[in-house]
T-cell receptor, first 112, second 112 residues
């Protein structure tokens, strides 16, 4: 079945640093989504990407839908302490059900 | 509230008992999804509803799991004869067709 590899698994950075994480898939996706999850809460949508090559920003966050449709990255610029959390990529493949395949998450810790 | 809501937020049950988890999607969202998240893991797809029909049940782990949706709104996920391996956070999401999914806060299920 479809699988997503998300890396890195965890990051511990200094406040103000930039962060980059990415996901790769064994098969083509039609949609890439990036979510952030904090303890005890559901995932919160950060960025949605619907076209290959699309580059989208949301404040300090930027994400791109890879041209091969098998990968996506998320960048966070000038990190702040409230960026702490687990970031998940999710992809929607060829099925018309909208079923999402999730990566294993990147845990981000920011040192003030 | 405008978001997806779920109840209960926490459920502790004894092995062998049945449990029902409820999801109220965002008003007007015709697509509804259930996912399961084990501790420290990404989300696993369980079932997808379009309206009141479930065209994709491929993620339900066993016949102890079932779900229904009524009035193109509320959905209930039922787990019969719960087992310890059913302990997880159960997350519901809703969306407009083909667009990004928005998640509720989840129900944390603990089977003793």
């Amino acid at each position: 079945g479809q699988q997503l590899n998300q890396s890195p698994q965890s990051m511990f950075i200094q406040e103000g640093e930039d962060v980059s994480m990415n996901c790769t898939s064994s098969s083509i996706f039609n949609t890439w989504l990036w979510y952030k999850q904090e303890p005890g809460e559901g995932p919160v949508l950060l960025i949605a990407l619907y076209k290959a090559g699309e580059l989208t920003s949301n404040g300090r966050l930027t994400a791109q839908f890879g041209i091969t449709r098998k990968d996506s990255f998320l960048n966070i610029s000038a990190s702040i302490p409230s960026d702490v959390g687990i970031y998940f990529c999710a992809g929607c493949g060829s099925s018309n059900t909208g079923k999402l395949i999730f990566g294993q998450g990147t845990t981000l810790q920011v040192k003030p | 509230g405008a978001g997806v809501s779920q109840s209960p937020s926490n459920k502790v049950t004894e092995k062998g008992k049945d449990v029902e988890l409820r999801c109220d999607p965002i008003s007007g969202h015709t697509a509804l999804y259930w996912y399961r998240q084990r501790l420290g893991q990404g989300l696993e797809f369980l079932i997808y509803f379009q309206g009141n029909s479930a065209p994709d049940k491929s993620g339900l782990p066993s016949d102890r799991f079932s779900a229904e949706r009524t009035g193109e709104s509320v959905s209930t996920l039922t787990i019969q004869r719960t087992q310890q391996e059913d302990s997880a956070v159960y997350l519901c999401a809703s969306s407009l067709p083909g667009l990004a999914q928005y998640f509720g806060p989840g129900t944390r299920l603990t089977v003793l």
